[in-house]
């Protein structure tokens, strides 16, 4: 079982920064894949980001160049370094686990990024 928890979110100007946490229950080294996610209103749920435990990262186009990804095995967390945000990058960001094939995700943080 793995429990995460996202947190970080908030309301900003457009062109500036937010970092997203997203904490787990049990060490990071152990999960295989990790990603954010976000999900816009009347929008389907998109990938963001997508990490393996290997160190490898995909990004999405719409965010590539300026949203990066960092961790901190101690604290088995995960970040989203978000920067020159736009409008468009407003939605829930919900933190993303696969491991022993099972799918878990957290609750979800809201980032509103206003014009």
């Known amino acids: 079982q793995v429990h995460l928890v996202e947190s970080g979110g908030g309301l900003v100007q457009a062109g500036g920064s937010l970092r997203l946490s997203c904490a787990a229950s049990v060490s990071i080294f152990h999960i295989p894949i990790m990603a954010w996610y976000r999900q816009a209103p009347g929008k389907e749920r998109e990938l963001v980001v997508r990490?393996?435990?290997?160190?490898?990262?995909t990004y999405s186009e719409s965010v590539k160049g300026r949203f990066t990804t960092s961790r901190d095995y101690r604290m088995n967390t995960r970040y989203l370094q978000m920067t020159d945000l736009k409008p468009e990058d407003t939605a829930v960001y919900y933190c993303?686990?696969?491991?022993?094939?099972?799918?878990?995700w957290g609750q979800g943080t809201q980032v509103t990024v206003a014009s």
């Open positions: 990490i393996t435990r290997e160190g490898s990262t």
């Open positions: 993303n686990a696969e491991k022993d094939q099972i799918t878990y």
